[in-house]
C-alpha cells in the first residue's frame, strides 16, 4: 500500500518506519524544513521506570526492546543502554524508593535500592552526598536533536520512501492529501501526526479533540569533561511519575513539600550526558495558555543548584536555553490519543512527555489497528 505520514517528529517519523519494515511505501510530508519540535526539544531518554502499571508500562517496554533494535540496525540515533539513577537525599525520599521496589512489577522495571556506596561506583560523576539511588536498568537514551534524521535517511535507502519537506498539509481529499503548493499526495491510508499543531487542519477534522498543549524549559552546557554513566534524576520525579505514587509518596509531600520555584513551575530534574559530553538538563511544565514567549531563569538557576548538588561540582557554562511545547491526552492515562477521523484517515497525537520513549511501539500498534 502507499500512506501518506503527515509529520516528520518522533511518532510520524516511528509509523513511516514500520510501514516501509512492513512492505509498504511512504510518502512523508513535514511543514518544516525538518523536525523541529518536542521531537528534538527533548532528553532523548527512553525511560520506562516511572510509568504507571499496565497499558503505559507495557508500551514503553515494548518500545524500549524496539529501540534497541532500532539502534543496532541505525548506530546514527545513538542508542546507549544506560539507565538511570534517581538520588536520594532524605529519608523521606529513600522511603519512597524503598515502597517502590516491593512491588510486584518491580522488576519489570529493573528496579534496585542502592546504597551510596553503589551509587558512585555505577556513576563516579555523582560526588554529592546522597543517601542512595533508585536505579532502573531497563531506562535507556539516544540522541534527540539527529534521530529522526539517522532514522529518515536510513528509510530513503529502502527505495520505497519519500521524505518531502517544507510542505504543510492544508487539506484532506479522500485518502489524499493537499499541500500549501497545490499538489495532491494520493494514497491507500493517511497517517497524521501533527504533534503540538492542533489547529488549522487538524481542528477540522477532531474539532473535540480531548489533547492539550505543554510547554517546557530546558538547558544544555558545555562538556562536562568526564563521563556520566547513567541518565540522572532528582526525587522530584516521584512526584511528577506514576509509578511511584502510594503512601510513602503522600508522607514526602507532607513532610517534604517541594520549594517554591519548583512547585510553581511543576519542576523535576532530569540530565543527560549528549555524545559530545554536553549535558542536557530539565524541566519544568507549564499547561495554563497562552503561553509565554520568553523562558524565565529562576527555573533554571534552581536545577544548576540541584545539579551541582548532585555532581558535587560546578556545572559546566550553560550552552542553549529553550522552550518546547507537546501535546498531551487530558486523560493523561491514555498513552496517546489515536483516532480514525476520516474512512483511512487516522489522527495520533498527545503521547505527552512519553513521544521519545513510546513512538516505536505507538507506531506499531497503529499500524496492527489499521490492519497494515
Request: one cysteine or more.
Amino acid at each position: 500500500m502507499r500512506v501518506i505520514v503527515v509529520g516528520a517528529g518522533a511518532l510520524g517519523t516511528m509509523h513511516a518506519w514500520h510501514l516501509v519494515e512492513r512492505g509498504h511505501e511512504v510518502v512523508h510530508l513535514e511543514r518544516e524544513t525538518q523536525a523541529r519540535g518536542a521531537s528534538v526539544r527533548n532528553f532523548g531518554l527512553v525511560w520506562v521506570g516511572g510509568r504507571s502499571s499496565g497499558a503505559e508500562l507495557t508500551t514503553a517496554r515494548r518500545a524500549r526492546e524496539l529501540w534497541e533494535e532500532i539502534g543496532e540496525r541505525v548506530p546514527g540515533v545513538g542508542f546507549r543502554d544506560s539507565g538511570s539513577l534517581t538520588v536520594l537525599r532524605t529519608e523521606a525520599e529513600y522511603a519512597v524508593a524503598a515502597e517502590a521496589v516491593t512491588r510486584a512489577d518491580a522488576a519489570e522495571r529493573g528496579w534496585e535500592l542502592l546504597d551510596a556506596e553503589a551509587v558512585r561506583k555505577l556513576n563516579p560523576a555523582l560526588r554529592g552526598e546522597s543517601l542512595g539511588a533508585l536505579w532502573c536498568s531497563r531506562d535507556a537514551q539516544v540522541e534527540p536533536r539527529v534521530t529522526q534524521r539517522e532514522l529518515q535517511a536510513h528509510l530513503a535507502g529502502s527505495g520505497r520512501y519519500t521524505l518531502l519537506t517544507g510542505r504543510e498539509v492544508r487539506q484532506v481529499e479522500g485518502r489524499a492529501v493537499r499541500d500549501d503548493r497545490g499538489e495532491l499526495h494520493q494514497g491507500d491510508a493517511v497517517v497524521l501526526c501533527t504533534g503540538a499543531w492542533l489547529g488549522g487542519l487538524v481542528r477540522e477534522l477532531a474539532p473535540e479533540l480531548p489533547v492539550r498543549r505543554v510547554r517546557l524549559q530546558m538547558m544544555q552546557t558545555e562538556p562536562l569533561g568526564e563521563r556520566l554513566t547513567t541518565s540522572v534524576a532528582d526525587a522530584d520525579s516521584f512526584r511528577y511519575y506514576p509509578a511511584y505514587a502510594g503512601p510513602a509518596l503522600e508522607a514526602l509531600n507532607a513532610s517534604q513539600p517541594q520549594p517554591q520555584v519548583a512547585a510553581e513551575h511543576r519542576m523535576q530534574l532530569l540530565m543527560v550526558q549528549r555524545a559530545d559530553g554536553s549535558l542536557t538538563i530539565g524541566d519544568t511544565h507549564e499547561y495554563d495558555q497562552p503561553f509565554g514567549f520568553d523562558v524565565v531563569e529562576e527555573p533554571y538557576a534552581y536545577l544548576t543548584g540541584v545539579a551541582e548538588s548532585l555532581l558535587g561540582r560546578p556545572l559546566p557554562k550553560v550552552r542553549r536555553r529553550w522552550a518546547g511545547v507537546y501535546a498531551q491526552c487530558l486523560d493523561t492515562t491514555e498513552v496517546v490519543h489515536r483516532e480514525q477521523v476520516r474512512d483511512g484517515v487516522w489522527l495520533v497525537t498527545g503521547p505527552g512527555g512519553r513521544g521519545m520513549t513510546c513512538s516505536p511501539a505507538i507506531g506499531e500498534a497503529t499500524l496492527n489497528e489499521m490492519g497494515l
